[in-house]
């Protein structure tokens, strides 16, 4: 059974820093490109960032640049997301996905999600 368990949520003030995991089992995780997806109340899921199979390529949405740092460690099985200078519109639940493509962009597996609060 495959399974993406998010961790490391929780309630910080804008300015502030939180660092996101996922611990995957039940899959190849090399074999699967890896990102992070998040979700507000009442508001569509929006890709956050997305990192390669091997680590070397990134992408981040525009919002987060320069902001939020994604890696993973294929040892590990783990994928972290490190989220600096939070802003109150960075709220929202935050989920680990897997996917076996780039392009058509179709997640596999998605985690239960960890909930990050930003206060202003």
């Known amino acids: 059974q495959v399974q993406l368990v998010e961790s490391g949520g929780g309630l910080v003030q804008a300015g502030g820093s939180l660092r996101l995991s996922c611990a995957a089992s039940g899959l190849t995780f090399s074999n699967y490109v890896m990102g992070w997806f998040r979700q507000a109340p009442g508001k569509e899921r929006e890709r956050v960032a997305a990192i390669s199979r091997s680590g070397i390529t990134t992408y981040y949405t525009d919002s987060v640049k320069g902001r939020f740092t994604i890696s993973r460690d294929n040892a590990k099985n783990t994928l972290a997301l490190q989220m600096n200078s939070l802003k109150p519109e960075d709220t929202a639940v935050y989920f680990c996905?897997?996917?076996?493509?780039?392009?058509?962009?179709?997640?596999?597996?998605w985690g239960k999600g960890t909930l990050v609060t930003v206060s202003s």
């Open positions: 996905a897997a996917s076996t493509t780039i392009w058509p962009p179709s997640v596999n597996y």
